[in-house]
């Protein structure tokens, strides 16, 4: 009974940051407000909430069948609540169609890798760069400067996230043969080429060996420091979760049943409940 309380006053007490901060005027860059989901009569999401400051990093946790998925794919645009709304820069982007997400500033990584596997690393960044840019078949075809200005743009702009990556020694070799490490890594270049405000991470590790794990952790750092950009983790791997989050918000059976700084959440009787059937201590 006393560690439902505790949760209880912790997620009240995270209700009553986030209107603080509204009432500052410093809005976040994303709201999540009341998300509910369901399918046919599963409830998927349960009027789940949170916001994300600019320039932090969110860690999103729970075990299978929490929501965490559910909640990505409605950021993503793959999925429409029956209820709530999600916000990004104070505008609802429930409007929106998928492929309209990247445009106003949010990219995505994928949980099982999307790449063009016969194309080099370069093409395949390069493809993620054509998400934000804009034209017409006659300016392409003809060539006319202003797409001349954005193609060498974004020619800059995929160099520079091969390089920072480490990506450049295999930049003009296809996919395909790569150790799948550095597969992620292109993938994570792709995303990041577009220049997001707000970039999405859907279980970067899987598939990661212990030093890649560390490496990613590092790195995802180092973009949200290098580049101000915004993260929100999906994510099974605590240790990495733990290590790289400002923020952690951790979901069962679709509620939200904690939020706080990592320290905070790992210690949290119902986040131990939830993963191990039965509270410690």
Do not use: W
Request: with cysteine.
């Amino acid at each position: 009974m006393h560690g439902a309380s505790g949760t209880t006053a912790r997620l009240a007490e995270a209700e009553r940051s986030r209107s603080t901060l509204s009432a500052e005027g410093a809005p976040p860059l994303l709201a999540v407000r009341d998300v509910v989901v369901r399918f046919g009569g599963i409830v998927a999401l349960d009027g789940v909430s949170f916001d994300l400051p600019p320039g932090r990093i969110l860690g999103l946790i729970g075990p299978n069948g929490a929501g965490k998925t559910t909640l990505f794919n409605c950021l993503s645009r793959l999925y429409t609540p029956v209820s709530g709304d999600i916000q990004f820069e104070g505008r609802s982007i429930l409007g929106r169609s998928p492929h309209r997400i990247a445009e106003i500033g949010i990219g995505r990584t994928f949980q099982n890798l999307a790449l063009f596997r016969g194309l080099s690393v370069l093409d395949n960044v390069l493809v993620g760069g054509h998400t934000r840019t804009r034209g017409d078949f006659l300016s392409d075809a003809l060539g006319l400067p202003g797409v001349r200005a954005r193609e060498i743009a974004l020619a800059r702009a995929a160099d520079e996230f091969i390089d920072h990556l480490g990506l450049g020694a295999v930049a003009r070799l296809p996919v395909v043969g790569l150790p799948f490490g550095t597969q992620k890594r292109v993938e994570l270049a792709r995303a990041l080429v577009m220049r997001p405000k707000l970039l999405l991470l859907d279980e970067p590790a899987g598939g990661l060996n212990h030093e890649e794990v560390a490496d990613l952790g590092r790195l995802i750092r180092q973009i949200r420091d290098d580049h101000g950009i915004t993260v929100l983790l999906v994510e099974h791997h605590m240790g990495l979760v733990m290590s790289v989050s400002d923020t952690v918000v951790a979901l069962d059976f679709g509620r939200k049943i904690c939020e706080g700084p990592p320290a905070l959440v790992q210690k949290d009787e119902a986040v131990i409940r939830a993963y191990l059937g039965t509270a410690t201590g």
